[in-house]
């Protein structure tokens, strides 16, 4: 099975000594440089198949499975996005800095890694906006894909709509220089050719296979 992974900002709300700490793993209506957008009620699924199971998404470190740094007390859907809260383990190295890093605000990327169920694909704008997917892991991460680009007032992203705007908004807004700049909407593209060419075959596939059982 073919995990994804979605990257965005983690709107930390509260952290406390114990290390428990809430926030939002996700907000809903922003599309992340690979052209991926979070509709609400996408993890609504996941959620009550977890609350059925009595399991919780992993809290990892980095995405790497054998870093389990705490874990989740609570995952909801509200208006804004993937509400949260968890806690850290303060009894493991990474726990203890994970904490610091949060606490001090020095991180706060979280990336999401998931198995997309159901979406739709916009040919126009290159994005694919997410209808449901099924959550395996949040990760505390040092470098989400958009980890400069990241926005603290999603009314900024309103005035983003073409390359030139976003090359304008990572070098001024963001003080990108030209090189960086130019890598971050590189990585952008590819993303977007792949998610383009996976559509273009598993189309042919399933024309090949409506010629074949005719």
């Known amino acids: 099975m073919n995990k994804s992974k979605l990257d965005g900002r983690f709107e930390l709300k509260s952290i ?17 440089l690979g052209g991926d957008i979070v509709a609400k009620g996408a993890f609504t699924e996941s959620i009550k198949n977890h609350a059925n199971n009595k399991t ?3 809290m990892l470190w980095q995405h790497n499975p054998d870093d389990v740094i705490g874990k989740y007390t609570k995952m909801a859907e509200d208006e804004h996005g993937l509400y949260v809260e968890g806690q850290l383990c303060m ?6 800095e994970a904490y610091a890093l949060l606490k001090m605000g020095a991180m706060s990327g979280l990336s999401i890694g998931y198995v997309p169920k159901k979406w739709e ?3 126009e704008n290159y994005t694919r906006t997410l209808k449901e997917v099924d ?8 470098f989400p894909m958009n980890d400069k680009a990241r926005i603290e007032d999603v009314k900024s992203l ?3 709509k073409t390359v ?14 030209k090189s960086e700049a130019g890598a971050v909407i590189a990585t952008a593209k590819a993303a977007l050719r ?5 559509k273009a075959e598993k189309e042919a596939l399933e024309n090949l296979l409506t010629t074949i059982t005719g």
């Open 164 to 177: 030139r705007d976003m090359e304008h908004f990572l070098r001024d807004a963001k003080g990108f220089s």
């Open 135 to 142: 959550l395996w892991e949040t990760s505390i991460v040092t």
């Open 194 to 198: 792949r998610d383009a060419e996976e």
């Open 56 to 58: 919780m998404p992993a």
């Open 91 to 96: 009894d493991t190295v990474k726990g203890r």
């Open 16 to 32: 406390e000594e114990n290390g428990i700490f809430s926030g939002y793993g996700s907000v809903f209506g922003n599309e992340d």
């Open 121 to 123: 694909w916009d040919d």
């Open 158 to 160: 309103d005035d983003i």
